[in-house]
């Protein structure tokens, strides 16, 4: 059989053991990810099985975790670099942004940086300040990086392995609050494109577009608008930078009314960006402006708040609501 | 500090040079003037290149006037395998890494962020801008010679190390600090060398450092050497040494060369507001260039080779300002195709957008 149920943190480690298995010039590299397996034990057993040269705890420093995965990338390797939590990828900023990004544009498209950085993000999670944060804007914003984002555990098992396959430097950023949550990966046949969206759910009176752990958010929302009448599609956008348009476009052509969500702040966010393009793309087929339902442009709040802080379906389906108002 | 030649040409080897000496002992008359030689032309070259600043033929120059002893002498210390992460004031290594130099130019004139490619120029990296951001990457790739078995194998023919150059203001960057700590974690075969040049743009080396900086390793445990940066022999014979120690697998060392900024930190900086006419004085005196030419001199060596050294060095810099003024500017299309290795849908997008522009114009000429 090769329909496995498992939860999406043992996709995403199940898809490192195959890539580890398959090219022996991929490494892994992080914070305790060694005999600890990560502190969301991503990496569990895979130093056991594949040894410490494969397999490291490098010392406690994002720059150094990142700048050195660019002098392994130079070397021929393809390192896939794990940041413990979303807060803490800032210290390595500045080798992400300023050398990462830029490797290949310096050399002159000829240099390949084959580098995955796997970043936990985002809340749900009860957690302390800079452990529940959705900053992928920041680097989607940054030419020459790559940006995805699995929503279920087949996409998760698929894309984690697309990621490292691809010459480019991907950013990996991974639902935090849904590593548990078992679905049914699909070992067999070929994976979807890595930067292309997915119809989570069809439907024909609204579009609810999103990523990672608000995809399950959508689906929930579509479902209690379903109950009062409402057809509601849901595109899992999978790829942040780029961003797959003809699917949402396609979508939106037919419902003509668009809600986009996400955790993160609204201020010059990546659901701006989708909305702001889909205007500009689709504007005789909008009967309604595009409407974003996002995380507050205040910082990231202590976790007794962030049910509120963060869109929930109701959130999602009051946005329904006034689009489907105009 | 190990010095081998003193500020006057006089072959005198300090009591720290005792272990180095025998890396010095290889060398020939024929290395000597080789030293000589490439001081001299990458001196002149640095000249032209300012030259053809002012002349607004360049944005910007990075002078390396003054840094010459250091950088020749650790140039050799390597080998052809080893690879060499530069900041961007090592034109003298560029040189002799065989770097076509026309590309440093093409680098300050705005024709590209890079110029070269390591895998066809004899691994010598790319410049880095960012302060101390190439320690890591070297690092890295240092780590990578480590994984792949390519060092300790007790053939120095083939067994492979880095070299990694950055100046005194880079020792206060946390990528340097990090550098160092994955470094000595990983026992990679790599050498530190760090151009103590004394000034960072204007402020002086002690606001970086209160002690010594060939200390700074030791924390880390990666064990430091002070040279003087000035003394091209000690300077190559201490990189040698090390180099070699690195590649057999005792890992990383630190090298700190004493050297000094003659000029000002670009053309865009004026050295005057921040330093002492007294204070350059003092170095210009103990130049590298002069020293050895006193050594090679009181050797014996004939006038006849100083002045062909000049004449080719002359030839060397004509050429490139003539190369210089027939440089074309790249193409905008281009950058859309640089920018990742495999497709990417905006790259073509707004390619696709700027040629049609371009093209709105007919006849008239484009905008661009």
Same mark, same amino acid.
């Given at each position: 059989?090769?329909?496995?149920?498992?939860?999406?943190?043992?996709?995403?480690?199940?898809?490192?053991?195959?890539?580890?298995?398959?090219?022996?010039?991929?490494?892994?590299?992080?914070?305790?990810?060694?005999?600890?397996?990560?502190?969301?034990?991503?990496?569990?057993?895979?130093?056991?099985?594949?040894?410490?040269?494969?397999?490291?705890?490098?010392?406690?420093?994002?720059?150094?975790?990142?700048?050195?995965?660019?002098?392994?990338?130079?070397?021929?390797?393809?390192?896939?670099?794990?940041?413990?939590?979303?807060?803490?990828?800032?210290?390595?900023?500045?080798?992400?942004?300023?050398?990462?990004?830029?490797?290949?544009?310096?050399?002159?498209?000829?240099?390949?940086?084959?580098?995955?950085?796997?970043?936990?993000?985002?809340?749900?999670?009860?957690?302390?300040?800079?452990?529940?944060?959705?900053?992928?804007?920041?680097?989607?914003?940054?030419?020459?990086?790559?940006?995805?984002?699995?929503?279920?555990?087949?996409?998760?098992?698929?894309?984690?392995?697309?990621?490292?396959?691809?010459?480019?430097?991907?950013?990996?950023?991974?639902?935090?609050?849904?590593?548990?949550?078992?679905?049914?990966?699909?070992?067999?046949?070929?994976?979807?494109?890595?930067?292309?969206?997915? *119809?989570?759910?069809?439907?024909?009176?609204?579009?609810? *577009?999103?990523?990672?752990?608000?995809?399950?958010?959508?689906?929930?929302?579509?479902?209690?608008?379903?109950?009062?009448?409402?057809? *509601?599609?849901?595109?899992?956008?999978?790829?942040?930078?780029? *961003?797959?348009?003809?699917?949402?476009?396609?979508?939106?052509?037919?419902?003509?009314?668009?809600?986009?969500?996400?955790?993160?702040?609204?201020?010059?966010?990546?659901?701006?960006?989708?909305?702001?393009?889909?205007?500009?793309?689709?504007?005789?087929?909008?009967?309604?402006?595009?409407?974003?339902?996002?995380?507050?442009?205040?910082?990231?709040?202590?976790?007794?708040?962030?049910?509120?802080?963060?869109?929930?379906?109701?959130?999602?389906?009051?946005?329904?609501?006034?689009?489907?108002?105009? | 500090?190990?010095?081998?030649?003193?500020?006057?040409?006089?072959?005198?080897? /300090?009591?720290?040079?005792?272990?180095?000496?025998?890396?010095?002992?290889?060398?020939?008359?024929? +290395?000597? =003037?080789?030293?000589?030689?490439?001081?001299?032309?990458?001196?002149?070259?640095?000249?032209?290149?300012?030259?053809?600043?002012?002349?607004?033929?360049?944005?910007?120059?990075?002078?390396?006037?003054?840094?010459?002893?250091?950088?020749?002498?650790?140039?050799?210390?390597?080998? /052809?395998?080893?690879?060499?992460?530069?900041?961007?004031?090592?034109?003298?290594?560029?040189?002799? =890494?065989?770097?076509?130099?026309?590309?440093?130019?093409?680098?300050?004139?705005?024709?590209?962020?890079?110029?070269?490619?390591?895998?066809?120029?004899?691994?010598?990296?790319?410049?880095?801008? &960012?302060?101390?951001?190439?320690?890591?990457?070297?690092?890295?790739?240092?780590?990578?010679?480590?994984? !792949?078995?390519?060092?300790?194998?007790?053939?120095?023919?083939?067994?492979?190390?880095?070299?990694?150059?950055?100046?005194?203001?880079?020792? #206060?960057?946390? !990528?340097?600090?990090?550098?160092?700590?994955?470094?000595?974690?990983?026992?990679?075969?790599?050498?530190?060398?760090?151009?103590?040049?004394?000034?960072?743009?204007?402020?002086?080396?002690?606001?970086?450092?209160?002690?010594?900086?060939?200390?700074?390793?030791?924390?880390?445990? &990666?064990?430091?050497?002070?040279?003087?940066?000035?003394?091209?022999?000690?300077?190559?014979?201490?990189?040698?040494?090390?180099? +070699?120690?690195?590649?057999?697998?005792?890992?990383?060392?630190?090298?700190?060369?004493?050297?000094?900024?003659?000029?000002?930190?670009?053309?865009?900086?004026?050295?005057?507001?921040?330093?002492?006419?007294?204070?350059?004085?003092?170095?210009?005196?103990? !130049?590298?260039? #002069?020293?050895?030419?006193?050594?090679? =001199? !009181?050797?014996?060596?004939? #006038?006849?080779?100083?002045?062909?050294?000049?004449? #080719?060095?002359? +030839?060397?810099?004509? +050429?490139?300002?003539?190369?210089?003024?027939?440089?074309?500017?790249?193409?905008?299309?281009?950058?859309?195709?640089?920018?990742?290795?495999?497709?990417?849908?905006?790259?073509?997008?707004?390619?696709?957008?700027?040629?049609?522009?371009?093209?709105?114009?007919?006849?008239?000429?484009?905008?661009?």
């Amino acid at each position: 059989m090769t329909i496995e149920n498992m939860p999406l943190g043992k996709a995403i480690n199940a898809g490192l053991r195959k890539a580890l298995a398959d090219n022996d010039k991929v490494l892994l590299m992080g914070e305790d990810i060694g005999k600890l397996g990560g502190v969301f034990r991503i990496t569990e057993g895979l130093q056991a099985e594949f040894g410490t040269s494969r397999v490291f705890d490098t010392p406690l420093a994002e720059s150094g975790i990142v700048g050195s995965a660019i002098g392994l990338a130079m070397r021929g390797y393809r390192p896939v670099c794990e940041i413990q939590f979303d807060g803490f990828i800032y210290p390595a900023f500045d080798q992400i942004t300023s050398q990462l990004a830029k490797m290949t544009f310096r050399h002159e498209g000829k240099l390949a940086m084959p580098v995955v950085i796997r970043v936990p993000y985002g809340g749900h999670i009860g957690a302390v300040e800079h452990h529940q944060e959705s900053n992928e804007a920041y680097f989607a914003h940054t030419a020459g990086l790559r940006l995805v984002s699995p929503s279920n555990p087949h996409d998760a098992y698929w894309m984690i392995q697309e990621a490292i396959a691809s010459d480019d430097p991907v950013l990996f950023f991974e639902p935090k609050s849904r590593y548990w949550p078992k679905g049914d990966v699909n070992l067999a046949g070929n994976p979807t494109p890595l930067h292309s969206a997915r *119809v989570a759910r069809a439907g024909t009176d609204v579009t609810l *577009v999103g990523h990672g752990a608000m995809v399950t958010m959508l689906l929930q929302a579509a479902e209690i608008a379903q109950e009062e009448g409402t057809s *509601v599609e849901v595109i899992d956008l999978r790829s942040l930078s780029p *961003v797959d348009y003809p699917t949402i476009l396609e979508s939106v052509r037919k419902t003509g009314r668009v809600v986009v969500a996400q955790e993160a702040s609204q201020n010059v966010s990546l659901g701006s960006e989708v909305a702001a393009t889909i205007t500009e793309r689709a504007f005789y087929s909008l009967e309604a402006p595009v409407l974003r339902v996002s995380g507050f442009d205040t910082p990231f709040p202590p976790a007794k708040l962030e049910t509120i802080f963060l869109p929930d379906a109701d959130r999602i389906l009051d946005a329904v609501d006034r689009v489907l108002s105009y | 500090m190990v010095q081998l030649l003193g500020p006057d040409g006089t072959f005198a080897p /300090s009591a720290a040079a005792e272990e180095f000496l025998p890396y010095f002992e290889r060398l020939t008359e024929a +290395d000597y =003037r080789k030293f000589f030689k490439d001081m001299v032309t990458v001196r002149r070259f640095d000249t032209e290149s300012t030259n053809l600043q002012r002349q607004g033929q360049l944005g910007l120059w990075v002078p390396s006037h003054g840094q010459e002893g250091a950088q020749v002498g650790s140039a050799y210390g390597a080998r /052809s395998q080893d690879h060499v992460f530069p900041a961007y004031r090592e034109h003298a290594i560029a040189m002799i =890494r065989g770097v076509d130099l026309l590309n440093l130019i093409k680098l300050m004139k705005g024709i590209t962020h890079g110029g070269f490619d390591f895998r066809e120029n004899n691994n010598f990296h790319l410049y880095t801008l &960012v302060i101390g951001s190439q320690a890591l990457h070297a690092t890295g790739y240092a780590m990578g010679i480590k994984f !792949d078995g390519d060092y300790a194998t007790g053939n120095p023919e083939t067994d492979q190390a880095v070299i990694v150059y950055f100046g005194d203001g880079a020792t #206060s960057q946390g !990528d340097v600090s990090e550098a160092l700590v994955f470094s000595a974690s990983q026992q990679t075969p790599q050498v530190f060398f760090v151009q103590n040049n004394h000034w960072a743009i204007s402020v002086p080396v002690s606001v970086q450092a209160r002690v010594p900086i060939y200390r700074r390793g030791e924390g880390f445990g &990666v064990p430091g050497t002070q040279v003087d940066g000035n003394d091209v022999f000690a300077s190559y014979a201490v990189t040698a040494k090390l180099m +070699d120690d690195a590649r057999a697998g005792k890992g990383p060392a630190l090298i700190e060369a004493m050297t000094y900024r003659i000029q000002a930190h670009t053309t865009s900086d004026d050295a005057t507001r921040y330093r002492s006419e007294s204070d350059l004085e003092e170095w210009i005196a103990k !130049d590298p260039i #002069s020293r050895l030419e006193a050594f090679l =001199r !009181d050797k014996g060596t004939d #006038s006849s080779f100083f002045a062909e050294v000049h004449e #080719s060095a002359a +030839d060397f810099a004509a +050429d490139i300002r003539n190369r210089t003024l027939t440089v074309t500017n790249p193409d905008i299309y281009e950058t859309f195709d640089k920018v990742y290795t495999h497709p990417h849908p905006l790259m073509e997008e707004q390619k696709a957008w700027l040629q049609a522009y371009e093209a709105s114009f007919g006849d008239e000429g484009g905008a661009a």
